[in-house]
């Protein structure tokens, strides 16, 4: 009996990126009214403390080398602007960049097609993060076909 790593149950059930944010009330208008990550729960504590959890459909950790870091800021920006961490959502339509920068965020840079076949615009934003909101123009079988992709695994 071999033991597959495919064949268990996944050990971790959710990814929850944790982000202070000095100002907690522009921080939740963006993400939740703004972006429109639903709210699934929010508490308060003694002192003022605050937090509101927002729903951001499914979650993946992406691992990049600093190489593929500084290739994708090249392909999205032209130039590195990202830190170590930048947050990317998937989102349905181009007009999100334009309803993020109306909300406060400032863009990095316009939407581009990337290599990878997204398109994705750059974004500095509330509590103090850079992200990436990015809409998939081909299914994942599609590019997995494409020159450059695949898996660790493949070798």
């Not at 921080?27 to 709210?39: H, I, Q, S, T, Y």
């Not at 003694?46 to 927002?54: E, P, Y």
């Not at 602007?81 to 863009?107: N, W, Y």
């Amino acid at each position: 009996m071999t033991d597959d790593p495919a064949s268990r149950p996944p050990a971790v059930r959710q990814l929850r990126l944790v982000v202070e944010a000095d100002d907690y009330d522009a921080a939740v208008a963006f993400f939740r009214d703004a972006l429109g990550l639903p709210e699934q729960a929010a508490f308060s504590g003694g002192d003022g403390a605050r937090v509101v959890i927002l729903e951001a459909g499914r979650a993946t950790l992406e691992i990049a080398n600093p190489a593929q870091k500084r290739m994708i800021d090249e392909v999205e920006v032209g130039r590195q602007v990202a830190p170590r961490i930048r947050v990317a959502f998937e989102v349905d339509r181009q007009a999100v960049t334009d309803r993020l920068v109306a909300a406060g965020a400032s863009q990095v840079a316009p939407p581009t097609v990337t290599p990878w076949q997204s398109l994705n615009s750059r974004l500095d934003v509330p509590a103090g993060l850079h992200i990436t909101v990015f809409q998939e123009l081909r299914s994942l079988d599609e590019r997995t076909t494409l020159d450059g992709f695949g898996t660790d695994r493949d070798g």
